[in-house]
Structure formats: structure tokens, C-alpha cells
């Protein structure tokens, strides 16, 4: 039994709006640039903000503004259209903007702010949730997991057919398809704009925004057949444009286009997309749930939020569709070695839309602090290579200043503790890698003492490495198990409009399986979403560290996706993956069963054993059948009861694996359970904006657990002064939060902002910049 330390760094969201205004997205594989500041004191990378004063009683009062209406997604225990109409008609300003009556049972509509608690008690409603936004989540690898251009040309369907994915239809919901790219205008067969509401899902143009790609890349990870190859080159591919110019969509475009393709009948659904909720019934989760229940295997990224735990975000946190991680494929990687500590290798994280690091000799280094212009004002760096913290500006800024000063290469490290993955805004022809903030100090140190250090490169051949930038699990409140398993999900080259361009994302990794899924299909047409996500994650290779450890399930699942071991299995066992939920210490003896459904694909009797771990702590036993024969085709239901004291057990996450065995062959069932309340995230996915009428903001966060105490506090940039409280809130629910407030006497500029929530004893922050003004 292994207890995992879990931790969490705060999250950054930060907005940027035309003119002042601030946005920031979660792009394509990447982690936004994050800011640090000179003033105020750190400890551990963190600022330390002065205690702040208690909440006052005014600083609680409700402050909607009246007349101000925002869209929400309303769930219907009853015929949704006879009800959406019922609220138009009986609530002033309602006004019905799409019907979901396919999967959701609910509808999208437009209401006045402060008319939402009393439809929330209006009989047929059975949930209200607030829109939300939805952004991509950003070497031939097929080969690599066994695909079409490797060992699956040797297996063949009943009918004698090579498995290609022939005739499977495949839906991407995504920024919509480049279907002119000759590598898959063959298998485009057709889709829906549901940004324009129109039915031709090409991606967007330069003439209509900002350009898009994403859903192209996705799409021949699936089935491109041309220069490059797909996973499975011949599948059909239907495209739902639901995100739009810059990539951003919204919750009902992202609904709209799951129950568009469920219509269409087709056989897998692909979501490369998310937002930052780790909720189980955030609505894009729910309609892939019955997505599911309807025949769709539906294959979704996890996230690009890692390597923090509770990162998953919706609809990755879907529990029956198929979330996907991301691991390395076969990679050259650079590690850094220094003069002073030559026994030491730095591992580097590239960052996209940079030069790869390709330094064959050695290079002095230089510390360049932030890495600003300032920062390089008594130092030369004239074919050197620079070190700069990370914060305060962004990444492409410091790569833009160092290859002007004559850089030859930039390592950025980490004001937080921990690797992180990163991109530039744009193309910077200058190799820039991200290292740990642990390594960044060390290497700052002894420059600071040696006045002088030397860098250079040796690479070495590595796989099947978990990505820095892959979300983790678990999920808020039903603690389930995710990602399901991992794929590649780093430099996948794929096509993109008019080429070809490698990506880094767990939205690469996400259609590696789905192009698997479609594999199987074709081969097992009859096969339930069930059984395909069964095979997949029961044959996929269990992933360890650097030191031999097995990753958790909450970090790589079941493991790295291998297609030809998913379409030669001998047996399913599901669940593939089972989370036995919380403990508290107080409680007494408990037991919990759960039922592993075991078949016998073979075409011999086979004799079955389930073993839980041979290595059983104190405080926990297992209750499992002897054996069980099975004819071949046949499926038994096997009951599996773990028999716990909770007392014995220190407070934390365990996890192990059970075996279920057949002769020479062993499938792993990961598994999971807490003792005592789960070190989540209290509060996430913070949005802050203008308000459309004077002196109005509308700001939203999701909170996993509800909050006995929430507000957003004002500081000063520079001096971290305590200015104010913009708001202030006490005893919350569970779920998104979201609210119409009032900012007066607050002078226009931008401020650091602290957001706070606080639920059983514990509060977590999130720090952002807010643009306050016109």
C-alpha cells in the first residue's frame, strides 16, 4: 500500500481585454506566463501578503445589480422546451437561446441576475449552472503505441479486413477541421459550425479573428492519411466547430456540438478541450456521460494544468468517458551539467515556439535576474547562456531581450516549487528551456559564489515519461480516478492548415486514443463504450519515475496507451479502475464492495484468480472468490470487498493495484482511497470582468468543497498594502459561484488581487492582477 504526499500550487488565470483590460488563457500545451513582483516578501517562491483585516458586515451584503443578466444552463427533471418556455414567459427579460433535449435535458437561456435563486426553486429544475468557457488543450507516435503503421497491419477484422478504422465514424469537437488538407479531405465526411451555426466547420480564417488550428492537429493525430498517417488512416471524420476565433468557446456551444453528434450516430467523440473546473457534474460532464449511456465512446484530455494534483478539469472529470494524460514519445532529452557539480544533471523542459536545444559544447552562464532589459545593464551575454527567473515579464519578452543582447541560449526557472512547461507567444529563434525552481536557485547560488560556471549538454534517448504539464487527479467530491490512461502528448507532429506542425498538450495525447478506440470499433462493432474503454486500459504499460516508482493512478491511470496489445486481448476486466472514497479516522470497522465484470474473449476455458496486494498493512483486509472458470465468451461478476480500520491509518491518499490472473496473463486494477478530508484545491477557475453597466464587475469561481468563507481583496502592486475588499461571501455551496458587484471609490489601474476560500480549517488563495477602470 503507497500513500502519496499530495500538494497544490495556486493557479493563475489571468484576462486580458482590448486596450488595459487583463485576459489570460490556458493555450494549446502550455502554461501561461506567471508573475511575480519586487516588492513584498517571498518565502518559497510565494509573496507573503500582510494579514488582512476581518470582513466587515457591509462587505457581505449582497451586491447584485439589478437589471444585469448573464446565460445559464438549466438541467430539466421535465420536458426542457415546456419549461424553458414556462421561464420566458413568467420572468421579465428571459430569453430561451438553445434547446439540449438530446443528452442534457436542459437549455440554455438568458436571465436576469437576480431572478436566478427563484428558478433554481422552480419545480423542474434541477440544477443551475452559470456559462462557461472552454479553450484547447494544447517523432511519429503511432508506431510507438503499436498503431497502424506498425503491428496492427497484421490483425484483421472478421471480414478479413485490415484495421484501419474503416467505416467508424469519428467526431471532433474542436476549433473546427482544415477538410482541404490533403492529408484528410478523403476522410472528411462532413460536420456543424456551431459558432456560426452553419454547416461548414472550418477552422477560423485570418478575415474572421484570430486563426485556428487546433481541431486540424487533432484531426490527423485520428486519421490522417496522406504524408503523414493517423492512428487509424481510414476512419471518418466529422468535424463541430465549438470553439471559435482564438480557440474560446462556451459551455452550450460545447453541449450543442456533443448532442449534434450524437444525432449523427457517430462511433467516438473527441474533446481536446477543458476548462479548469475539477467538478463531476459540471454540465459538458454530464453530457458525456450520456453521450456514453447512448453507445458514444467518448475520449476527452485531461488538462494542461499539472504537475499540481486536482488539476483535472471538465469534461476530463466525465466519469465514463475516457480521459487522457500525457506522456513522452521516444525523445532525445537535454540535461544540463555544470563545472562545479559534474555528477549533477539538470533535466530542461522546452518551451514551444522556440528553438529546440540543440548545444553541442560547452557555454559559460550568466545570471540575468528577471531577465528585463534593466536586469542586463552590467553584464554581457555575448554567446552565453542566460539564467532569469520566471515572473514579472513573460516568457517571450525574456527570450526576445536575451536574443537581442546576443544570447545563445535561455533557461528560465521556476519561482515556485516544482518543473512547469511553458511557450512564447510567438516564434523567438533562440533555444529557451524551463528548469525547477530547486535547480534554478542551486545554479544561482554558485554563480554568485564561483563568479563563474560553464554549461554543456548530454542527451539521452528516454520514453514513457510522464508530461510536467499533464493534469492530475483525482476528482472533487466523488474522489474518482483520473486520468483513465496516458498517451504521447509531446512534439506530436500532425497537420495543421496548409502543413504540418508538432504540438505539445494533452490534446495531442487525448486522439491517439480515440484513433485507438476507432481501431476497435472496428474490429468489435458490437463492443459497449464499456468494454473498448475496458480494453484500452487493462492492456495499457504501467509508466514509473526516473527512479523506478510506479506512477499513481491519479497521475497516468492504468498507464501508457499500446494499441495492438488493446486489439489482441484475451480478456476485459471493468471497472479498469476503482476508487474505494473517503475514510475519517473516527469511523469504525467499514467495508466496501465493488464488482469487477471479468470476460473471456478467448476461445478456451480459462481459469481466473483475483489477487489483491501480496503486502497488506495493518488495518486493512481483503475478501476475494478463490477462482472462477469461464467458457470462452463468457462474463462473470466477481465481488471485491476491502474490510478497513480508519484509525490506523495516518491521514493522506493510498493507493495500490489488484491482479486479476489467467495463466501467464495479469491485468492491474489501480485503485484508491482517503483517510480523512481530501488536501483539494478550495477554491479554482477564477473569472474576473467589466460589467456592462458603470462601475460594474461580474467575477465567478468554482468552488469544489463550498466555502464557509470566500472574498476577493484588493492590494496595491507594488507596496501589497491592504486597499479594500471587493467582495465578501459565507457559507457557499458546492459548485460555481458567481456574482454581479459594485466597485466605487477604488481608483482606476491595476491591482494584485487575493482570492481566498475557506472550508473546514483550510484556505487556499489564488493571486491575479485585476484591471479596475474603464
Not at 525547477?436 to 539521452?460: C, F, M, V
Given at each position: ?172 469537437i474542436d476549433t473546427g477541421v482544415d477538410y ?296 472533487t467530491h466523488t474522489w474518482e480516478v483520473k ?274 476560500a475557506e472550508k473546514n480549517g483550510q484556505e ?11
Amino acid at each position: 500500500m503507497k500513500k502519496h504526499d499530495e500538494y497544490f500550487l495556486p493557479s493563475y488565470l489571468y484576462k486580458l481585454g482590448a486596450l488595459c483590460t487583463l485576459i489570460a488563457f490556458i493555450l494549446i500545451g502550455a502554461c501561461l506566463p506567471a508573475y511575480s513582483f519586487a516588492a513584498g516578501a517571498e518565502e518559497d517562491g510565494h509573496v507573503i501578503f500582510p494579514e488582512r483585516p476581518a470582513i466587515e458586515e457591509e462587505a457581505l451584503a449582497s451586491s447584485a445589480t439589478e437589471g444585469q443578466t448573464a446565460v445559464y444552463i438549466i438541467e430539466s427533471s421535465s420536458n426542457p422546451e415546456r419549461l424553458a418556455e414556462k421561464i420566458e414567459s413568467t420572468i421579465e427579460g428571459a430569453k430561451i437561446r438553445k434547446l439540449f433535449p438530446t443528452l442534457y435535458n436542459g437549455f440554455s437561456i438568458q436571465l436576469p441576475v437576480d431572478q436566478v435563486e427563484n428558478i433554481a426553486e422552480m419545480a423542474g429544475v434541477n440544477r443551475v449552472d452559470e456559462l462557461a468557457y472552454y479553450e484547447p488543450y494544447v517523432d511519429e507516435s503511432v508506431p510507438f503505441i503499436g498503431g497502424t503503421s506498425g503491428k496492427t497491419n497484421s490483425l484483421f477484422t472478421r471480414d478479413n479486413d485490415k484495421l484501419t478504422g474503416k467505416g467508424v465514424k469519428v467526431a471532433v469537437i474542436d476549433t473546427g477541421v482544415d477538410y482541404n488538407h490533403p492529408d484528410l479531405k478523403n476522410n472528411y465526411r462532413g460536420g456543424f459550425d456551431v459558432v456560426d451555426q452553419d454547416e461548414d466547420p472550418m477552422e477560423t480564417q485570418k478575415d474572421q479573428g484570430m486563426p485556428t488550428l487546433h481541431g486540424t492537429h487533432v484531426a490527423g493525430i485520428i486519421s490522417a492519411n496522406g504524408k503523414l498517417k493517423g492512428v487509424a488512416p481510414e476512419a471518418d471524420i466529422y468535424a463541430y466547430r465549438s470553439l471559435g476565433p482564438s480557440g474560446m468557446g462556451t459551455t452550450e456551444q460545447v453541449i450543442e456540438s456533443i448532442e449534434k453528434a450524437v444525432e449523427e450516430e457517430v462511433d467516438v467523440i473527441n474533446l481536446s478541450l477543458g476548462n479548469t473546473v475539477n467538478g463531476p457534474d459540471w454540465p459538458t460532464s454530464i453530457a458525456l456521460d450520456k453521450a456514453v449511456e447512448k453507445g458514444v465512446v467518448a475520449v476527452t484530455s485531461n488538462g494542461n494544468s499539472g504537475p499540481s494534483l486536482w488539476t483535472v478539469g471538465s469534461p476530463g472529470t466525465s466519469a465514463k468517458a475516457i480521459s487522457v494524460g500525457a506522456s513522452t514519445p521516444p525523445m532525445l532529452i537535454p540535461y544540463l551539467i555544470t563545472d562545479s557539480d559534474r555528477k549533477r544533471e539538470i533535466a530542461v523542459q522546452p518551451m514551444q515556439k522556440a528553438d529546440k536545444w540543440k548545444l553541442n559544447r560547452s557555454y559559460p552562464v550568466i545570471n540575468a535576474d528577471l531577465g528585463r532589459e534593466e536586469d542586463y545593464e552590467n553584464i554581457d551575454v555575448a554567446n552565453k547562456i542566460v539564467l532569469a527567473k520566471r515572473g514579472l515579464i513573460s516568457f517571450t519578452r525574456k527570450a526576445k531581450i536575451a536574443k537581442k543582447k546576443g544570447a545563445k541560449a535561455l533557461i528560465v526557472y521556476n519561482h515556485l516549487p516544482g518543473e512547469f512547461a511553458g511557450m512564447l507567444e510567438e516564434p523567438v529563434d533562440l533555444p529557451v528551456v524551463s528548469i525547477p525552481k530547486e535547480e534554478g536557485e542551486s545554479l544561482a547560488k554558485r554563480l554568485e559564489e564561483n563568479g563563474e560556471e560553464h554549461i554543456r549538454t548530454i542527451y539521452r534517448e528516454e520514453e514513457d515519461r510522464i508530461a510536467p504539464f499533464s493534469s492530475r487527479g483525482p476528482v472533487t467530491h466523488t474522489w474518482e480516478v483520473k486520468p483513465d490512461l496516458v498517451a504521447p502528448g509531446v512534439q506530436i507532429d500532425s497537420t495543421v492548415p496548409s502543413g504540418y506542425l508538432d504540438l505539445n498538450g494533452t490534446s495531442m495525447a487525448s486522439p491517439h486514443v480515440a484513433g485507438a478506440a476507432a481501431l476497435l470499433k472496428q474490429k468489435y462493432p458490437d463492443w459497449t463504450p464499456e468494454k473498448i474503454k475496458a480494453a484500452l486500459m487493462n492492456t495499457a504499460k504501467p509508466l514509473t519515475d526516473k527512479d523506478g516508482n510506479l506512477h499513481p493512478p491519479h497521475v497516468q491511470g492504468t498507464g501508457r496507451l499500446q494499441v495492438d496489445k488493446a486489439l489482441a486481448a484475451d480478456t476485459l476486466v471493468y471497472p479498469a479502475q476503482i476508487s474505494f472514497g473517503q475514510w475519517m479516522r473516527t469511523d469504525s470497522r467499514l467495508e466496501k464492495e465493488v464488482t469487477l465484470t471479468i470476460e473471456n474473449l478467448s476461445d478456451k476455458r480459462r481459469k481466473y484468480t483475483v489477487e489483491p496486494p501480496f503486502e497488506v498493512p495493518d488495518g486493512i483486509q481483503w475478501k476475494v472468490p478463490f477462482s472462477t472458470y469461464l467458457d470462452p465468451g463468457e462474463t462473470a461478476e466477481v465481488p471485491v470487498t476491502v474490510d478497513v480500520f480508519p484509525a490506523v491509518f495516518e491521514e493522506g491518499i493510498y493507493h495500490d493495484r489488484i491482479s486479476v490472473k489467467s495463466g501467464g496473463e495479469t491485468i492491474y486494477i489501480p485503485y484508491l482511497f482517503f483517510v480523512e478530508e481530501p488536501d483539494y484545491p478550495r477554491l479554482m477557475s477564477f473569472m474576473f470582468e467589466k460589467g456592462d453597466e458603470p462601475d460594474t464587475y461580474h467575477y465567478e469561481v468554482y468552488l469544489p468543497g463550498g466555502a464557509d468563507e470566500m472574498g476577493v481583496v484588493l492590494y496595491d502592486p507594488d507596496t501589497f498594502q491592504f486597499i479594500t475588499y471587493l467582495d465578501a461571501e459565507k457559507n457557499l455551496h458546492r459548485g460555481m459561484f458567481e456574482k454581479e458587484i459594485k466597485v466605487k471609490d477604488v481608483p482606476g489601474g491595476i491591482y494584485k488581487a487575493l482570492i481566498f476560500a475557506e472550508k473546514n480549517g483550510q484556505e487556499d488563495t489564488i493571486e491575479q492582477m485585476l484591471y479596475i477602470g474603464d
